[in-house]
């Protein structure tokens, strides 16, 4: 029963339907919990599906102790060097990086690396995972030689093991264009994050969560160039995506909605840029920053900004 309801909730999570899956996860893992011992792989396992999709929900608070649990079941059963380990560090690691704590993810991304190395080979795909979120990590501290160096390592095994157009390759492609973006090279950049949408987009069908993030970050590209008009529908498509999969006051929804106010503010469509901004914060969205948004200083002088500024200050910070 256990494996049948983490097979259903599977599906459910890979087509973004994240509502159903989760009582699936969680009924898989009490089942689980209440047949085996504690310390049993399956239970380690459905540990981790739970937290996967609870991250992927934006409840870190939730994941990161059943991520936790999870390795510490499989380093005790497994032993320290097993390729299952490298898979709950590399999932803790990503976590702890996706909320900004680099100094704790980066050695265990490093300690995953070096178990992927020894027990799967230098060309598995798992390894190149783990080697382009490290990547990633060094090139939000600073370290983009070294981070472009793993993630055109990371693509080269991917494309060897998976071929040209998995979807697994979307990552490390995306990656490595946002680090091209990053160093003012927009035109190496550019076909990157189009290779990445098109192939999420038939792996994923068009209106996932994930084809959301591509789009998002193609239209960035554009805004970045001065490109507004081409941004515009590429954001627009982006929010519309995102608020039907995680609803209207997920994080992920309201960053993609406070992308569509630059880019109509940026345009001079004013008053849908003042309409999002109220929405967004009215749905939950409390980024203090965006009162030194340079985007946004053509809405100053609206005169709903100020009662929509001090609808943002009312959040408890």
């Given amino acids: 029963m256990a494996t049948s309801l983490n097979n259903l909730a599977l599906v459910f999570k890979y087509a973004g339907e994240y509502a159903e899956a989760r009582p699936l996860f969680e009924r898989a893992l009490a ?16 540990m981790d599906n739970l937290a996967s999709l609870l991250a992927i929900s934006g409840d870190y608070a939730g994941a990161r102790p059943l991520y936790e649990s999870a390795l510490a079941i499989r380093e005790k059963v497994l032993g320290p060097e097993h390729a299952e380990v490298a898979s709950s560090l590399n999932n ?11 100094s704790a993810a980066q050695p265990l991304f490093e300690r995953a690396i070096v178990i992927g190395e020894k027990v ?8 190149a995972l783990y080697l382009t979120n490290l990547a990633s990590l060094l090139r939000d501290i600073g370290d ?12 080269a095994i991917q494309e060897k093991v998976l071929g040209a157009d998995h979807r697994a390759i979307a990552w490390s492609i995306s990656n490595l264009a946002s680090l091209l973006l990053n160093e003012g090279n927009v035109a190496e950049a550019r076909p990157l994050f189009e290779r990445s949408l ?18 998002g970050d193609l239209a960035n590209l554009h ?4 490109d507004f008009t081409r941004a515009l529908p590429l954001f627009q498509r982006a929010f519309e995506i995102m608020e039907k999969a995680l609803g209207s006051t997920h994080e992920s929804t309201n960053k993609c909605r406070y992308n569509l106010v630059c880019v109509y503010s940026a345009l001079g469509m004013t008053e849908k840029a003042i309409a999002n901004l109220e929405a967004a914060i009215d749905n939950g969205y409390t980024n203090t920053k965006l009162l030194e948004d340079p985007d946004l200083k053509s809405l100053h002088a609206h005169p709903k900004f100020d009662r929509i500024v001090a609808k943002l200050k009312a959040y408890p910070e």
């Fill in 31 to 46: 089942i689980r919990e209440s047949v085996l011992e504690p310390n049993h792989p399956d239970v380690a396992s459905s």
């Fill in 92 to 102: 803790l690691a990503y976590l702890l990086y996706f909320t900004e704590d680099y």
């Fill in 120 to 127: 799967l080979g230098p060309e598995h795909s798992n390894l």
């Fill in 144 to 155: 983009s030689a070294e981070a472009r160096l793993l993630f055109e390592r990371a693509l």
């Fill in 198 to 215: 098109a192939i999420q987009e038939i792996a994923l069908g068009p209106d996932h969560a994930e084809v959301s993030d591509c789009l």
């Fill in 223 to 226: 805004f970045i160039a001065g």
